[in-house]
């Protein structure tokens, strides 16, 4: 058997493993992006609570942030799927 037609399916799995580790570290990074903005939210949500700030600017700003985190799950969940 010669070396062209060993390497052909090597280098296929190779292939596979490369896209199967990128496919992993971006879902970890929407992950991880989504979680910072819960984070955010749930600390201007806390704001409103225990502060006399504006309240109207403190929800909209938790209401941006959870929107970016369903957006980063989703991707994060579409990605995994593929």
Known sequence: MSA???SGPIEFEEGRIVR?????????QNLHK???DV????FALELIKESST???DSV???SKL???VLKELKK???????
């Open 66 to 68: 959870l929107t970016e």
């Open 60 to 62: 909209s700003k938790a």
């Open 34 to 36: 989504a979680s910072s």
């Open 4 to 6: 062209a037609k060993i």
């Open 20 to 28: 199967r580790a990128e496919e992993e570290e971006s879902l970890v």
């Open 76 to 82: 994060a969940l579409y990605s995994h799927r593929l």
């Open 54 to 56: 504006p309240r109207a």
């Open 39 to 42: 984070t955010a939210a749930i």
